[in-house]
């Protein structure tokens, strides 16, 4: 039986290398995909990895319907037995149920990749509707790390190494042109907004064991 499958975790946890790998893995076993995207980092329709792999994808828009796309491929004669979505959280819900449908009445496997929460620890629509819908959930088994040493678990939006938490839900960041920027944190920290920037200026350094000349 096809499943509609969501694997997630926080950035940096490697869930973009992680869908490169299952297109490569369902290819090599003779099965025919498709792969999607919606703003990636890059820019371009693409799918990469902050390892350096990379692959062309179809960029998914707002008024592409996955149905639609996969009936009018099986009614060229083309053949489809896996989808491949990074970035799904920030997919429409209505993307999701279409996905959902794709697998039950196509018996089409559909992987999908992405984060639970915004910099806000709320969950993005699209992800909620992943975990309501999804035949399996799979929470990614590398652990990213706050810069305080512990594992993180929140993601949390920087402009100039300062936390914000208002905005918009969708701003792509970590680009080099780009204003805004993205980093993992432990609970502790994301509540109390400490980046990395500002735990090197705000933390105090250990005395060194010698006095300066």
């Given amino acids: 039986m096809a499943e509609l499958t969501y694997f997630t975790g926080p950035m940096d946890c490697g869930k973009s290398t992680l869908a490169l790998q299952v297109a490569y893995t369902e290819s090599e076993a003779g099965r025919k995909g498709r792969l999607f995207t919606m ?13 350096g792999l990379t692959a062309p994808a179809t960029e998914v828009t707002a008024d592409l319907d996955f149905w639609r796309y996969v009936v009018a491929e099986l009614t060229a004669g083309q053949r ?76 949390a939006r920087t402009v100039n190494g300062q936390m914000v938490t208002e905005g918009s839900q969708v701003v792509v960041g970590d680009t080099d042109s780009a204003e805004v920027a993205y980093q993992v944190l432990c609970r502790r920290h994301h509540r109390r907004r400490v980046t990395r920037q500002v735990a090197a200026v705000t933390l105090s350094p250990e005395p060194l064991p010698f006095e300066r000349a």
């Fill in 39 to 51: 703003l990636d980092r890059s820019g371009e329709p693409a799918i990469t990895s902050r390892i």
């Fill in 80 to 155: 489809i037995d896996f989808l491949v979505c990074d970035e799904a959280q920030f997919f429409t819900v209505a993307h999701v149920d279409q996905l959902a449908r794709v697998v039950d009445e196509l018996q089409i496997d559909v992987f999908c990749f992405g984060i639970l929460t915004d910099f806000r620890t709320q969950l993005f629509p699209a992800s909620q509707r992943l975990v309501e819908l999804c035949d399996r959930m799979e929470l990614l088994q590398v652990r990213p790390r706050c810069w305080c040493g512990e594992p993180a678990t929140h993601n």
